[in-house]
């Protein structure tokens, strides 16, 4: 079974940036891009929620409140998901988890994002 590994987060100021990182360790080239892949938050006392996602065929999809500050994006190669956020705002504090879309692999620690002045 694969493991979810996130990182990237951190402490950030409002506007600011970061990029985070997902890699499913452990998980052999032909299933990682037989999925499709999301990027999730959870914030205190909050369920988790989408945030982005990206099918195997590179196309791409965001909540409202993401749109046109983060990408999703995704390195076959390296078997590697990624979600550049920008214009950060206090209400993205969150952890934030990657998954599939079906989120059928175990959860990950996930990394956590502090947008706080």
């Known amino acids: 079974q694969a493991r979810l590994v996130e990182s990237g987060g951190g402490l950030v100021q409002p506007g600011g940036s970061l990029r985070l990182s997902c890699r499913p360790s452990g998980m052999i080239t032909s299933t990682f891009n037989g999925n499709d892949w999301g990027w999730y938050k959870q914030a205190p006392g909050k369920q988790r929620e989408l945030v982005a996602s990206?099918?195997?065929?590179?196309?791409?999809n965001y909540a409202d409140s993401a749109k046109d500050r983060f990408t999703i994006s995704s390195d076959s190669s390296r078997k590697m998901v990624y979600l550049q956020m920008n214009s950060l705002r206090p209400e993205d504090t969150a952890v934030y988890y990657c998954?599939?879309?079906?989120?059928?692999?175990?959860w990950g620690q996930g990394t956590q994002v502090t947008v706080s002045s």
């Open positions: 998954n599939n879309l079906k989120e059928s692999f175990d």
């Open positions: 990206i099918t195997n065929t590179r196309r791409t």
